[in-house]
């Protein structure tokens, strides 16, 4: 059974830092590719990160270039959201998926999501 589970979201002030977790059970490490979403009741998905099998790879969304970092790790087949420089608009509920079956990062499906981490950045 796959398993995805987020951590470390919380409440930060702006201009501070996070670290977000999704540690990944049932898939063996550099066997998937992976991204980070994000997203706000009322509003669409967006799609933040992703990065390939290998983990030679990473794509970011304009928002995010240059503050946020995608990155895993073997041992604890984790991967993770490294979140610099917030901003009061980086609040949000956030997601991990794992598997792109389809598509292009930002808009394919993934097969397996976790269940979220909260997000709140204050001004």
């Known amino acids: 059974q796959v398993q995805l589970v987020e951590s470390g979201g919380g409440l930060e002030q702006a201009g501070g830092s996070l670290r977000l977790s999704c540690t990944v059970s049932?898939?063996?490490?550099?066997?998937?590719?992976a991204a980070w979403f994000r997203q706000v009741p009322g509003k669409e998905r967006e799609a933040l990160s992703y990065?390939?099998?290998?983990?030679?790879?990473?794509v970011y969304t304009d928002s995010v270039k240059g503050r946020f970092t995608i990155y895993r790790d073997k041992a604890q087949n984790t991967l993770y959201l490294q979140m610099n420089s917030l901003k009061p608009e980086d609040t949000a509920m956030y997601y991990c998926?794992?598997?792109?079956?389809?598509?292009?990062?930002?808009?394919?499906?993934?097969?397996?999501w976790g269940q979220g981490t909260q997000v709140t950045v204050s001004s």
């Open positions: 998926a794992a598997i792109l079956d389809g598509g292009n990062w930002r808009q394919g499906e993934y097969r397996y």
């Open positions: 990065i390939n099998y290998s983990g030679s790879q990473q």
């Open positions: 049932g898939l063996t490490f550099g066997n998937y590719d």
